[in-house]
């Protein structure tokens, strides 16, 4: 048994969708169809790869059990005569990589099996620490740019400026978002920033220091270079 890919590049404009149960298998928007079927076989069902682990779940307002429920019931929906089967996928807390990378990894996906397998091991590769850039407001990871978002920038950003200093939750909510932003986290979910912010920081997560109990923290680390702006940035006080 093997594994062929569904393109689902679409042919025309994509019409604006509200609600799941407008998805159709017969959407005029874009073309779904089965590539790579090797003669003499046929397709006896798909696979999903949903990368979200719980914290992101819980920010959005929802949960794994939820979702896997949700997808299910749409499949039931389109397709009363499928059957479906759910499957989670486990790794160490602090693994670090993108979530929809560990589940392709860890559900044995042929491709993510050959990527991993050609992937230099670790001791063989030329680490060259952090970089954190202020003035180009990029992380470069061995070299390597990291994928943040502006506000996961704006966070290490805030702790690098002020560094040996531990910050507390309430500082980093009233500092990096304005009362205007429609996402503004509470204590809770700001955990959920960091977490992420770390998730992307990978081998050098640990950067950023939780302090239990009081906030966050970076300290001057033997790995991590930062380079400054050449005026003084009006963030640091």
């Given at each position: 048994?093997?594994?062929?890919?569904?393109?689902?590049?679409?042919?025309?404009?994509?019409?604006?969708?509200?609600?799941?149960?407008?998805?159709?298998?017969?959407s005029?928007?874009?073309?779904?169809?089965?590539?790579?079927?090797?003669?003499?076989?046929?397709?006896?069902?798909?696979?999903?790869?949903?990368?979200?682990?719980?914290?992101?779940?819980?920010?959005?307002?929802?949960?794994?059990?939820?979702?896997?429920?949700?997808?299910?019931?749409?499949?039931?929906?389109?397709?009363?005569?499928?059957?479906?089967?759910?499957?989670?996928?486990?790794?160490?807390?602090?693994?670090?990589?993108r979530?929809?990378?560990?589940?392709?990894?860890?559900?044995?996906?042929?491709?993510?099996?050959?990527?991993?397998?050609?992937?230099?091991?670790?001791?063989?590769?030329?680490?060259?620490?952090?970089?954190?850039?202020?003035?180009?407001?990029?992380?470069?990871?061995?070299?390597?740019?990291?994928?943040?978002?502006?506000?996961?920038?704006?966070?290490?950003?805030?702790?690098?400026?002020?560094?040996?200093?531990?910050?507390?939750r309430?500082?980093?909510?009233?500092s990096?978002?304005?009362a205007?932003?429609?996402?503004?986290?509470?204590?809770?979910?700001?955990?959920?920033?960091?977490?992420?912010?770390?998730?992307?920081?990978?081998?050098?997560?640990?950067?950023?220091?939780?302090?239990?109990?009081?906030?966050?923290?970076?300290?001057?680390?033997?790995d991590?270079?930062?380079?400054?702006?050449s005026?003084?940035?009006?963030?640091?006080?």
């Amino acid at each position: 048994m093997s594994l062929a890919h569904l393109d689902t590049r679409p042919t025309a404009p994509v019409a604006s969708i509200s609600r799941p149960e407008q998805l159709t298998s017969e959407s005029e928007s874009a073309s779904a169809h089965l590539r790579a079927v090797p003669t003499g076989t046929e397709a006896r069902g798909f696979v999903l790869y949903v990368g979200i682990d719980e914290d992101k779940a819980a920010a959005d307002g929802t949960d794994l059990s939820e979702i896997v429920a949700q997808l299910r019931a749409l499949a039931a929906r389109l397709s009363p005569s499928s059957e479906t089967y759910a499957a989670v996928a486990l790794a160490p807390r602090g693994a670090g990589g993108r979530d929809v990378d560990v589940v392709r990894l860890a559900l044995q996906d042929p491709a993510a099996l050959a990527k991993h397998r050609h992937a230099p091991e670790d001791e063989d590769r030329v680490r060259d620490g952090v970089v954190i850039d202020l003035s180009r407001k990029r992380v470069l990871l061995d070299n390597d740019a990291a994928n943040l978002t502006y506000k996961e920038f704006e966070l290490l950003q805030y702790l690098v400026l002020r560094e040996g200093k531990t910050i507390d939750r309430p500082e980093l909510i009233a500092s990096l978002w304005s009362a205007d932003d429609s996402d503004i986290p509470n204590e809770r979910t700001i955990d959920v920033h960091v977490r992420r912010l770390r998730a992307k920081l990978g081998d050098y997560e640990d950067i950023v220091r939780t302090v239990r109990g009081a906030g966050y923290r970076f300290d001057r680390h033997a790995d991590v270079s930062v380079q400054h702006t050449s005026t003084p940035s009006p963030d640091l006080f």
